[in-house]
């Protein structure tokens, strides 16, 4: 565990957090409650910038500390935690407070004190996980055997006077329902924004104050590709640049991470070194990064396809890696009709693009669905494949030859081409 130190407005103290997330700090300002004077009841607002990047993390991430907190009636309070995005649109809010004690007994709320009772203020803590019930504490008349239900405490007690939960109550909503402060906020991304408390005094006469607020966010950490992605490899072939995978937490890098590399299992895949399969772990340095081993393609052409790289609580990062043909094995034949067609590894395919240079004449490109390839490469017959036909140009400025060029789909890299005379399509 970890432990935090609250800000030094009131009372200096300290709670724990789990050590395996960042944690992101903020103190904002306090004021009146209601801030205009001539007032008793209307609503402040005080707002915490964070510099921090992530998201916000599962289980009790989100700690509210409301200090030097003062009212003689806190059944008059609603205090609500939002995250507003950079154009101060409210994301998400959550009560931590809302009236408490509020019920058909008590039509204005517990009229228990925040603070001492004395007009001095007190800290009150609030997270999801926190086992203070403060409508029980605001109800109970009578310490500490609290047997009036529906009593009125004279205070309720803060971090200084709470022997038992040391001022830190779970939030909660009307009538004392768990508000259940950290899920609304889970997974939210903090990177730019900032976060709200506003305090609302609903009823009249009474007024209070606070010294300030803090809130303690826990960060998510972060998977990302870093090097790697997107690249194409021959068949059975390694890919040039290995695949990295970058761990973050609040922008930091992490060491000491497990990150999983996944392929996949059938198909356009390949295989890792070491493992001579379609997994491997790689563990972060202390850049945050994992390299995986060597990835070989295997020997089907396809792609893009997904490589996957995870770490626990993380989430996943993605890579794009395509099998293509190997250099050199795409090639350009003429059929009986004086078209073109590509072939890939011996075998036709649409799966070309086709270019004329320079553009003289016209270039028209069909699909083919059954037809012979030359008698001089077998007579094999064709599902489909894309026919290249030049039809050259009646007039103009003749140049010496135009170059037809097939590129695979699947790796730009893997051309062909073939030079026609300008003035009769034939090769040349």
């Not at 030094?8 to 300290?14: I, M, N, P, Y």
């Not at 926190?130 to 500490?144: E, H, K, R, T």
């Not at 050199?328 to 799966?351: F, K, M, N």
Request: aromatic residues 8%.
């Amino acid at each position: 565990m970890r432990c935090q130190p609250f800000a030094r407005l009131v009372v200096a103290g300290s709670f724990c957090l789990a050590a395996t997330a960042a944690t992101a700090h903020g103190v904002g300002t306090g004021g009146t409650i209601p801030t205009d004077l001539a007032a008793t009841s209307g609503t402040l607002t005080s707002d915490i910038v964070i510099s921090t990047t992530g998201t916000v993390a599962s289980g009790n991430a989100v700690t509210v500390n409301l200090l030097g907190l003062q009212h003689d009636w806190a059944g008059d309070l609603v205090v609500t935690l939002s995250y507003l995005d950079a154009q101060g649109n409210t994301v998400r809010s959550v009560d931590l407070i809302n009236r408490v004690g509020l019920n058909s007994g008590h039509t204005f709320g517990t009229a228990a004190d925040f603070g001492d009772g004395r007009g001095v203020g007190d800290n009150y803590l609030f997270n999801t996980g926190y086992p203070g019930d403060i409508w029980a504490n605001a109800a109970c008349s009578d310490p500490p055997g609290c047997t009036t239900p529906l009593g009125d405490a004279d205070v309720i007690p803060g971090q200084t006077n709470d022997a038992a939960n040391g001022g830190r109550y779970f939030s909660s909503t009307t009538g004392g329902a768990r508000s259940n402060l950290s899920s609304f906020f889970t997974g939210l991304d903090v990177s730019a924004g900032k976060w709200r408390l506003t305090i609302t005094d609903a009823a009249d006469p009474n007024r209070g104050s606070f010294v300030g607020w803090e809130i303690f966010i826990q960060t998510a950490q972060t998977i990302a590709p870093f090097a790697g992605t997107p690249q194409s490899a021959g068949v059975n072939s390694a890919f040039a640049t290995a695949l990295q995978a970058k761990v973050t937490d609040g922008g930091n890098p992490v060491s000491g991470v497990t990150v999983t590399f996944t392929a996949p299992s059938t198909g356009a895949s390949g295989t890792f070194t070491g493992t001579g399969t379609n997994t491997a772990t790689a563990v972060t340095i202390a850049s945050g990064v994992a390299t995986a081993p060597a990835f070989t393609a295997n020997g089907t052409v396809g792609g893009p396809y997904t490589v996957t790289a995870t770490a626990t609580g993380a989430g996943t990062a993605n890579f794009s890696l395509t099998n293509s043909s190997a250099p050199g094995s795409i090639s350009i034949v003429r059929s009986a009709g004086g078209c073109y067609a590509a072939l890939v590894q011996g075998e036709p395919t649409h799966a070309t693009t086709w270019t004329i240079s320079p553009q003289f004449g016209t270039l028209r490109v069909v699909p083919f669905w059954i037809g012979v390839i030359p008698s001089s490469l077998g007579s094999t017959f064709l599902d489909q494949y894309d026919m290249a036909c030049y039809v050259p140009a009646t007039s103009g400025t003749f140049p010496d030859h135009v170059t037809l060029t097939a590129t695979s789909s699947a790796d730009p890299a893997v051309t062909a081409s073939i030079n026609l005379d300008p003035h009769t399509g034939n090769p040349k």
